[in-house]
Nanobody, 125 residues
């Protein structure tokens, strides 16, 4: 049974930084593509970033490119999202997901058990 657990969310002022972590168990993590999505109040869940299992493919949503960095540590079964220069519009619940689409325009949606419960990120102005 796969378990996906995010941590690291919180309240930060605009211009600040946060690092989200996501630990995965019950999978062969070093063969899994990994990604981050977010959902703001009243909005649809949207792609933030994704990384292939090898690390050779990395993509970001245009709104976060240059500010966010996705990385992974296969020895720890963990994927990270470093978020710098945060803006109030980055406020959302951030979800970690196993086997995501690797591009923002894909219509593929991973099944429910591959998602974490989410961690709240709030950016104050």
């Amino acid at each position: 049974q796969v378990q996906v657990a995010e941590s690291g969310g919180g309240l930060v002022q605009a211009g600040g930084s946060l690092r989200l972590s996501c630990e995965v168990s019950g999978r062969t993590f070093n063969r899994d593509d990994m990604g981050w999505y977010r959902q703001a109040p009243g909005k649809k869940r949207e792609f933030v970033a994704a990384m292939s299992w090898s690390g050779s493919i990395i993509n970001y949503h245009g709104n976060v490119k240059g500010r966010f960095t996705i990385s992974r540590d296969n020895a720890k079964n963990t994927v990270y999202l470093q978020m710098n220069n945060l803006k109030p519009e980055d406020t959302a619940i951030y979800f970690c997901v196993v086997d995501p689409p690797l591009t923002p325009d894909s219509t593929y949606i991973p099944s429910d058990e591959l998602w974490g419960q989410g961690t709240q990120v709030t950016v104050s102005s």
